[in-house]
Every structure is written in structure tokens, then in C-alpha cells.
């Protein structure tokens, strides 16, 4: 089976693009999403989904960075699953996917993956377990360098988003809505001039109530508008 674990921690976060990334991919994926986590193992969608991989089943990331918060974390998380033959993808860093470190040992098996039997017939246990110990170094190695660029590549994209607001300050463009300001939408700018024209509160005869039920609002909208039409005067 084939599953795309999608997770945000913020909201400059995008779940959308990384579903997109998955599904181009890998079409068949079941994708399963998780909003504002913290660690993956303090997380219901996760641990549900953790709990059911099975040998040979498939999960996918869109980046070793959405497998969790820290590379401490991920390392402890990417061993488990390699120890218990789930095969691992990340879109991003397809260098730390497990099937590269496979196909790079050459058809040599590290030994968490050996019986006592296949052992046997097999290089000494201290090699094998070398082997292994090598292979699970140049991968932890690897995730804390892609955890590594995934903060600069955050810092640089917040300092260049600073150093344009900055920019555009220093030639006099507004950033931001100016405080007390009023975004007006196509309702707003439809349904004010009748607020206006049938509330006795401004040039018509009709209460509160009546207006609303007359030019079918909300209580909520009705007062909002109201009071951005008072403040206009």
C-alpha cells in the first residue's frame, strides 16, 4: 500500500501543494493530512496511519522536514520504519529515500533485515552489523543536512520577503491595511446605498429589522455595515 503523510505547523504552510506533489507522483497514494502538528508521535492521523504500515507498504513526504520537527526526531523515526522494511520516499531529498541506500549497497543486506538462518550464509555478523552501522550513519548525516537547508532556505525566504517590504516602505507603498481603514467588497458597495436609502437612522423610515428582512442580511452583517457608515460620516 501506498500512503502520503501531508502535514503544516504553520499557516504560511501549504497542505494543498504538497497533496499536489504527491498525487503528480504517485497517483494511487493514499494521502493522509495533519494540521498544526507539533511532533509526530503526539498526533492522531499519524499514529494512525503508523499503525497500520506493514512490511513492503510505502510512505511518502514531501520533505524529510515534514516527517518531523527536529532530525533527532526523524532519524529515530526513519530507523524504526527501515527496520521494519517500510519503504520510505521524500519528494525533496530523493538521496535519503530508502531504496537509494538499498540499491546502493549492491544487494548487500544490512542485518537488522537477516534471520539467524540467512545469517549464516552470509559475511561474519561483525561485518554485517559494520555495514549496517555505516549505512545508518550516512543517513543521519544526511537528514540533519536536509533539515540543515530547510532552515536557510526559511531564513533566506523570510529575509527577502523583509528586505522587499522594506523596499517598498522606502518608495512610499503602503504595506498592510492602513489602521481603521474598510475593505470594501461587491456586497459591501451593493448593499450599503440601501442601508442608507431605508434605515431611519440615515434617510429612510424603517427600523433595524425591517431593513435586514427588506434587503435580506444578516444580524451580524447588517450591524457591521451600519457601523462603517456611521464611522463615514
Sequence with gaps: MIYGYCSINT???????????????????VIVSEDNTESLSAYSEWNKLFSKLGKKDVIIFDSVSRMSRNAAEAFSLYKELVYRNIKIIFLRERHIDTEAYWEALNGVIPLSFLSEEQTANKPSKDVMLAIDHFIMNKIEQDIYKAFEQSEKTIMYMSRRTREGMEAARSNGK???????????????????????????????????????????LSNNTYYKYKKELRNQK
Aim: charged fraction near 35%.
Design 11 to 29: 499557516r504560511k504552510q501549504s497542505m494543498e501543494r504538497q497533496i499536489k506533489n504527491m498525487k503528480e507522483s504517485f497517483p494511487d497514494a
Design 174 to 216: 503602503q504595506i498592510g491595511t492602513v489602521k481603521g481603514s474598510v475593505h470594501e467588497t461587491k456586497k459591501s458597495k451593493s448593499v450599503k446605498p440601501l442601508i442608507i436609502r431605508y434605515c431611519k437612522d440615515f434617510e429612510g423610515t424603517l427600523s433595524d429589522k425591517e431593513c435586514m428582512k427588506l434587503i435580506g
